[in-house]
């Protein structure tokens, strides 16, 4: 069974900037969610995709936007980056079963600087 | 507002002791509820869920569920200096809500 997997681990970024981060999903999930983690914070949901359509989004400008394809992987791109735009960006997988969509398997995450 | 809610410690316990981690949830219609232990750096890895009012137990944790009260805490036995992480309680509010509502977390620090 393959698990989530995440690219790049690590990048540095200036101000102004724009990113995509990629995600592989675990075998057999059909949907992923993307948190960002600052230091000593909780994960933050970024939004969440199901069959290639975001089906939940948090409290995030639309410069943090997202696509799915059909063999489930994702990425997640920010445009105008700012510098509070620091953190590790987490992907999760998970199979669309009801309340068991909370069991998230989580990949290393990318860890992005903002200079 | 949909809040859960932990102390964020550091709670620091004797190797070999009882670590007990709790969290309180404001959303009563709470379906589903979920413990996730992180290590510095790494990301998080589910250790328990639990639905259903009452205890469950796997190996070393066991998971303890009050709705009435609305609270759900993590119970880690006999603990080791490997167990010395963040952890995180996650709950899913259900229905059409895909987004599951995380508390900040509480640093574990077990002492050998």
């Known amino acids: 069974e393959t698990g989530v997997t995440q690219s790049p681990t690590h990048l540095i970024k200036t101000r102004g900037q724009q990113v995509t981060l990629r995600c592989s999903s675990q075998?057999?999930?059909?949907?992923v969610s993307w948190y960002q983690q600052a230091l000593g914070q909780g994960p933050q949901f970024i939004f969440q995709?199901?069959?290639?359509?975001?089906?939940g989004r948090g409290n995030f400008p639309p410069r943090f936007s997202g696509l799915q394809f059909p063999n489930y992987s994702s990425e997640l791109n920010v445009n105008a980056l700012e510098l509070d735009d620091s953190a590790l960006y987490l992907c999760?997988?998970?199979?669309?079963?009801?309340?068991?969509?909370?069991?998230?398997?989580f990949g290393e995450g990318s860890r992005l600087t903002v200079l | 507002q949909k809040e859960v809610e932990q102390n964020s410690g550091p709670l620091s316990v004797p190797e070999g002791a009882i670590a007990s981690l709790n969290c309180t949830y404001s959303?009563?219609?709470?379906?589903?509820f979920f413990w996730y232990r992180q290590y510095s750096g790494k990301s998080p890895e589910l250790i328990m869920f639990?639905?259903s009012n009452g205890d469950k137990e796997d190996g070393r944790f066991t998971a303890q569920l009050n709705k009435a009260s609305q609270y759900v805490s993590l119970l880690i036995r006999d603990s080791q200096p490997s167990d010395s992480a963040t952890y995180l309680c996650?709950?899913?509010?259900?229905?059409?809500?895909?987004?599951?509502?995380w508390g900040l977390g509480t640093s574990l620090a077990v002492n050998p």
């Open positions: 999760a997988s998970s199979a669309r079963q009801g309340a068991r969509t909370g069991e998230l398997f």
């Open positions: 075998s057999g999930h059909n949907t």
């Open positions: 995709y199901y069959r290639e359509e975001e089906n």
């Open positions: 959303d009563r219609g709470s379906q589903s």
């Open positions: 639990i639905y």
């Open positions: 996650a709950v899913f509010p259900g229905g059409n809500n895909r987004k599951l509502i």
